[in-house]
Nanobody
Framework: QVQLVESGGGLVQAGGSLRLSCAAS????????MGWFRQAPGKLRELVAG???????NYADSVKGRFTISRDNAKNTVYLQMSSLKPEDTAVYYC????????????????WGQGTQVTVSS
């Protein structure tokens, strides 16, 4: 069983930055693929960024060059550094873990955090 707790969300002006953190419990963190997803009102949940157990990263086209995902296996934590934020980045951001290899599909992830709100004002 893996439990995920996100933190770091908040209100920021357009062009600003935020860093989200996701602390994971459980002994299998280092072997899990991890992902950051977001869901805006009225929209489907979408993958923002993912990272494999080996540290390879993947990004949605909408955030490439602005967001960076990283992980610290010693701290059982995955991060999402968000820069040059835009109003369209406003959403609830979720951390998720997946056993086995990386996937961009929401349904492939086994464990989810409770989400953290990110609001970008114009």
């Amino acid at each position: 069983q893996v439990q995920l707790v996100e933190s770091g969300g908040g209100l920021v002006q357009a062009g600003g930055s935020l860093r989200l953190s996701c602390a994971a419990s459980g002994r299998t963190f280092s072997s899990n693929a991890m992902g950051w997803f977001r869901q805006a009102p009225g929209k489907l949940r979408e993958l923002v960024a993912g990272i494999t157990s080996g540290g390879r990263t993947n990004y949605a086209d909408s955030v490439k060059g602005r967001f960076t995902i990283s992980r610290d296996n010693a701290k059982n934590t995955v991060y999402l550094q968000m820069s040059s934020l835009k109003p369209e980045d406003t959403a609830v951001y979720y951390c998720a873990a997946k056993t086995g290899g990386y996937s961009s599909l929401t349904g492939q992830y086994n464990y989810w955090g409770q989400g953290t709100q990110v609001t970008v004002s114009s």
